[in-house]
């Protein structure tokens, strides 16, 4: 099975090859336009920037699947949530959608963010470290390492699979 991934990130790579863990396939990674801001402030541009990029990596790459994953923040009451969706896009039928963990951003990152800055470039500041989107991501840093981008997009992709394989099997 051929999947492509509409990212280059070595953190969104590595939760598709976890994800499909027992099943014989090939990433192929393609640098793919998600058609939204680069720091998405809604679900609803997050949702659109995954089902984008997982058009986008379908069509050039000509795979079986083409998968999106994409991070994003949702202003609530509560203040401002990290949230991440995927998609995954396959012949036949409408993109498949799923949603990942969310956790409350603290306040001095929610106001950077609202003011036009970008979370990556955020947090390496925060943290002190080099490009924490590719590592342990937000989430690593505010959950002291419970549960790292790579396990959460996992658990994503995961989502996706599974709807997949319920439609495949239902029509
Ligand atoms: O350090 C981080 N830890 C995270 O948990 C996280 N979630 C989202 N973001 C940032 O939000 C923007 C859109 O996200 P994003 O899906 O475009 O990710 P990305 O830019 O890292 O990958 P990609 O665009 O190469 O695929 C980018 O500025 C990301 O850095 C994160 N940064
Ligand atoms: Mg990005």
Avoid at 24 to 35: C, K, L
Avoid at 100 to 110: K, N
Avoid at 129 to 136: A, P, T
Avoid at 147 to 162: N, S
Wanted: hydrophobic share 40%.
């Amino acid at each position: 099975m051929l999947i492509s991934i509409g990212s280059k990130n070595p953190a969104k790579i590595a939760a598709v090859e976890q994800a499909f863990q027992g099943y014989a396939f090939e990433i192929v990674p393609v640098d793919t336009e998600s058609g939204v801001s680069e720091q998405p402030l809604t679900d609803e541009e997050t949702i659109r920037g995954a089902i984008n990029r997982a058009v986008s990596a379908f069509d050039v790459s000509g795979a079986d699947i083409g998968i999106g994953l994409e991070g994003g923040v949702q202003k609530t009451e509560h203040g401002l949530f990290l949230c991440n969706w995927g998609a995954l896009r396959a012949r036949g039928m409408e993109p498949i959608i799923a949603g990942g963990a969310r956790i409350l951003l603290p306040e001095e990152i929610a106001i950077q963010l609202l003011a036009g800055e970008e979370l990556g470039p955020v947090m390496d500041k925060f943290a002190k470290k080099q490009n924490v989107r590719k590592k342990e991501g937000a989430v690593g840093i505010f959950t002291n390492g419970k549960i790292d981008r790579v396990e959460m997009f996992t658990h994503v992709v995961k989502l996706l699979l599974g709807q997949y394989e319920f439609k495949r099997q239902s029509n």
